[in-house]
Every structure is written in structure tokens, then in C-alpha cells.
């Protein structure tokens, strides 16, 4: 039952602060030392690697930063059809996503190796959940919509609280800065509902003004690259519309060739501002419509960001580009819930 929202898409984009608080009373306060870890049964992974496709590939990206910045932990993500490219390495723990649990090609990947699998779903069921060895249930109720969204967020708080986890069983990640990240993690449910009542507004001005262009390109820095890429694939599955992601500092090897006077450029988060400065130069030089996605002043896209960046990066403004690709789709027609070609389970390889 969709209540009152106009599609599903609209609901469970509604849903994710509710969802996210769920999610992390289950999780806050059991990171310390690798608790949670051994609740699942797990024993400390000398290595991870992370296996997805699609939008819960961009979830895997931020889990490695984390892992890596937080606790010195190498790991490696997997685009799952390409697994044959990954190599077993001993003390490695496998973790895989996928919000429906029944995606082929991460299955098949799993054949692969004999790593220890943690499966990160909301299907706890699953033929994934059935695989592993342990589950992480994302608890977020059902997604109806194609396209992930509440899953999403769900997606990058446990594979946060599982990389914190790691970190802090490996013993470098320190008690006082592993307590200030939970505190902030604490605070996300809050700054989601609030980036999404911020960005309700503009990301529906911003399709008036840009729906009918034919394509954008998404940038970001760091720990925001997974966000524009997450932002653009939601554009390209429900709006139809060809999108380029990368790093920032990647533009001037090549797409910049892309841009002319009001092409859409979508600059996503990444706190100091200072970092995506030259980018944004360039672009503005070329005459393209930069829309700034962040908590400042100058946001066309405004977030609710805590005051210093996290580790997993600027999560709240997934939930501002659901909404504007969101307002895109209906100005264009299109079949927000049911896009073409798309089905919520590709249960093929
Ligand atoms: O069920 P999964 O999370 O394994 O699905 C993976 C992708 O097929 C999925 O994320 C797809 O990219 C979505 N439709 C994105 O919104």
C-alpha cells in the first residue's frame, strides 16, 4: 500500500530515515573491538572483498573507503560479472550485497572462492541469505520501486558499521574516534529527513529548468564519487537519460570534451568545497549549468551535512538526487516505479 505518496519510488524515499534509525538501534554500540562480528559469527578478515552490481556496488565503494581510511584494511570491490578478474587471497572475508538477495551474478561470483560470505540484504531469505554465512538483514520493508533507493542507504549504514567493526577489532581504530563516528552515524536519520525536506523543493525547480536536456554529467571527489555515480545511475534507470560519473579531477582528461553552454553538471558534496574548486571552474568556463549538490550557502541542491565530512562521505545527498531524478521521471512521463527494460531482481548472468 502505497498511502499517499504518488508512487512507490516517492514512499520509500519517504521511508529512509525511519528505516536508517531502525537499522542503526540494531548496530550503534555493538562496533567496539568487533563485537558485531562475532555476534555473526565471523572472525576478523586480515582482508575484504566486496561483491555487487549496480547500485549496491556504490554502496560496496563506500564500505572499502571506510575500511581503508578508518582501519588500515585492504580490500577490493568486485563488480560481480567481472569476478573472474579477483584472485583468492587467504584471511579474506567476502561480503555481499544486494538488496534482493537473488541477483545471478553475484551468486555465480560466490562460487569463486571459499572465503567466509556475509551477505548484506533486505531479503533475509534469499537465495544469498541461504549462501552465507552470515547475514546482515537491512531491515528496510519491502522496495516495490526498480529502483533502490531506501535499500540504498540501508546498504552503506551496515556496511559502515561492519568496516567500523573491522577496524576497530584490528585495533586501529581508537575508543574516542570510533565513539564520535557513531555519534554521527547517530545523527543520520535526522539529516536525512532533513536533506530531504531541503531538497524537495529545488530538485523539483531544477527539473523544470532541466528535464528536457538529453544527457548530464555527476562529479564529485573522495568519498563523494560513489554518491554521483549512485545519483546519475538513477537518472539514467528512471529518466532515460545518458549520464556520465567520475571523479572530478578526471573531467579534464577527456569529458570535459562533453560540455557545452547548459549542459547539466551535477557536483556532488565533498567537504572542503575547496577540493572540487578547480572542477567547478572548468566547468563554469565552458558555459555548462553547474548544480551544486552540498550544505553550503551557494547549494542549488541543499543537504543537511554534519560539519566535518565522515568517512563514508556525504550520504544525505543520495536522498536529494533520488528526488530530483525522481521529478525528472514524472516531467517526462515516464513509469516512475516500473522503468523499461528493468526488472527488480536479474536473476540472469
Ligand atoms: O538486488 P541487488 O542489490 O543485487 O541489485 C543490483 C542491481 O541490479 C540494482 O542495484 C540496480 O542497479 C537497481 N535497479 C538500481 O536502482
Same mark, same amino acid.
Given at each position: 500500500?502505497?498511502?499517499?505518496?504518488?508512487?512507490?519510488?516517492?514512499?520509500?524515499?519517504?521511508?529512509?530515515?525511519?528505516? +536508517?534509525?531502525?537499522?542503526?538501534?540494531?548496530?550503534?554500540?555493538?562496533?567496539?573491538?568487533?563485537? %558485531?562480528?562475532?555476534?555473526?559469527?565471523?572472525?576478523?578478515?586480515?582482508?575484504?572483498?566486496?561483491?555487487?552490481?549496480?547500485?549496491?556496488? &556504490?554502496?560496496?565503494?563506500?564500505?572499502?573507503?571506510?575500511? +581503508?581510511?578508518?582501519?588500515?584494511?585492504?580490500?577490493?570491490?568486485?563488480?560481480?560479472?567481472?569476478?573472474?578478474?579477483?584472485?583468492?587471497? #587467504?584471511?579474506?572475508?567476502?561480503?555481499?550485497?544486494?538488496?534482493?538477495?537473488?541477483?545471478?551474478?553475484?551468486?555465480?561470483?560466490?562460487?569463486? =572462492?571459499?572465503?567466509?560470505?556475509?551477505?548484506?540484504?533486505?531479503?533475509?531469505?534469499?537465495?544469498?541469505?541461504?549462501?552465507?554465512?552470515?547475514?546482515?538483514?537491512?531491515?528496510?520493508?519491502?522496495?516495490?520501486?526498480?529502483?533502490?533507493?531506501? *535499500?540504498?542507504?540501508?546498504?552503506?549504514?551496515?556496511?559502515?558499521?561492519?568496516?567500523?567493526?573491522?577496524?576497530? +577489532?584490528?585495533?586501529?581504530?581508537?575508543?574516542?574516534?570510533?565513539?564520535?563516528?557513531?555519534?554521527?552515524?547517530?545523527?543520520?536519520?535526522?539529516?536525512?529527513?532533513?536533506?530531504?525536506?531541503?531538497?524537495? +523543493?529545488?530538485?523539483?525547480?531544477?527539473?523544470?529548468?532541466?528535464?528536457?536536456?538529453?544527457?548530464?554529467?555527476?562529479?564529485?571527489?573522495?568519498?563523494?564519487? #560513489?554518491?554521483?555515480?549512485?545519483?546519475?545511475?538513477? %537518472?539514467?534507470?528512471?529518466?532515460?537519460? =545518458?549520464?556520465?560519473?567520475?571523479?572530478?579531477?578526471?573531467?579534464? &582528461?577527456?569529458?570535459?570534451?562533453?560540455?557545452?553552454?547548459?549542459?547539466?553538471?551535477?557536483?556532488?558534496?565533498?567537504? #572542503?568545497?575547496?577540493?572540487?574548486?578547480?572542477?567547478?571552474?572548468?566547468? *563554469?568556463?565552458?558555459?555548462?549549468? *553547474?548544480?551544486?549538490?552540498?550544505?553550503?550557502?551557494?547549494?542549488?541542491?541543499?543537504?543537511? %551535512?554534519?560539519?566535518?565530512?565522515?568517512? =563514508?562521505?556525504?550520504?544525505?545527498?543520495?536522498?536529494?538526487?533520488?528526488?530530483?531524478?525522481?521529478?525528472? *521521471?514524472?516531467?517526462?512521463? &515516464?513509469?516512475?516505479?516500473?522503468?523499461?527494460? %528493468?526488472?527488480?531482481?536479474?536473476?540472469?548472468?
Amino acid at each position: 500500500d502505497r498511502g499517499d505518496a504518488p508512487d512507490f519510488t516517492a514512499k520509500e524515499i519517504d521511508e529512509q530515515p525511519a528505516a +536508517a534509525r531502525r537499522l542503526l538501534d540494531g548496530l550503534l554500540g555493538r562496533l567496539a573491538d568487533g563485537r %558485531l562480528l562475532t555476534d555473526l559469527g565471523l572472525a576478523r578478515p586480515d582482508r575484504v572483498r566486496l561483491v555487487a552490481c549496480g547500485t549496491s556496488r &556504490h554502496a560496496a565503494e563506500v564500505v572499502a573507503r571506510v575500511l +581503508a581510511v578508518e582501519g588500515g584494511v585492504p580490500s577490493r570491490v568486485v563488480t560481480a560479472s567481472e569476478a573472474d578478474l579477483a584472485v583468492p587471497e #587467504p584471511g579474506t572475508l567476502t561480503m555481499a550485497l544486494s538488496q534482493s538477495g537473488e541477483t545471478a551474478d553475484v551468486l555465480a561470483a560466490l562460487d569463486r =572462492w571459499d572465503d567466509p560470505v556475509l551477505a548484506l540484504t533486505n531479503a533475509p531469505r534469499s537465495s544469498l541469505a541461504r549462501r552465507a554465512d552470515a547475514v546482515l538483514g537491512l531491515g528496510c520493508g519491502p522496495e516495490i520501486g526498480v529502483a533502490a533507493t531506501k *535499500t540504498f542507504t540501508a546498504q552503506v549504514i551496515a556496511g559502515v558499521a561492519v568496516a567500523l567493526a573491522i577496524a576497530s +577489532a584490528s585495533g586501529r581504530l581508537a575508543p574516542a574516534r570510533l565513539a564520535a563516528l557513531e555519534q554521527v552515524l547517530d545523527g543520520l536519520p535526522a539529516r536525512l529527513a532533513a536533506s530531504a525536506a531541503l531538497a524537495a +523543493a529545488p530538485a523539483a525547480a531544477l527539473a523544470d529548468e532541466l528535464a528536457d536536456r538529453p544527457g548530464a554529467v555527476f562529479v564529485s571527489r573522495g568519498a563523494g564519487v #560513489p554518491y554521483a555515480q549512485e545519483g546519475a545511475l538513477k %537518472l539514467e534507470e528512471l529518466a532515460y537519460r =545518458w549520464v556520465e560519473a567520475l571523479p572530478a579531477g578526471e573531467l579534464k &582528461h577527456g569529458p570535459i570534451a562533453l560540455l557545452g553552454p547548459g549542459t547539466p553538471v551535477v557536483v556532488v558534496g565533498a567537504e #572542503p568545497r575547496e577540493r572540487l574548486a578547480v572542477g567547478i571552474a572548468e566547468v *563554469t568556463a565552458r558555459g555548462a549549468r *553547474t548544480v551544486l549538490v552540498g550544505s553550503g550557502e551557494d547549494a542549488d541542491l541543499p543537504v543537511c %551535512l554534519p560539519a566535518e565530512e565522515p568517512p =563514508w562521505g556525504p550520504l544525505e545527498a543520495a536522498v536529494a538526487l533520488q528526488l530530483f531524478a525522481r521529478e525528472v *521521471t514524472v516531467r517526462l512521463g &515516464h513509469e516512475v516505479d516500473r522503468p523499461r527494460n %528493468l526488472a527488480k531482481s536479474v536473476t540472469v548472468e
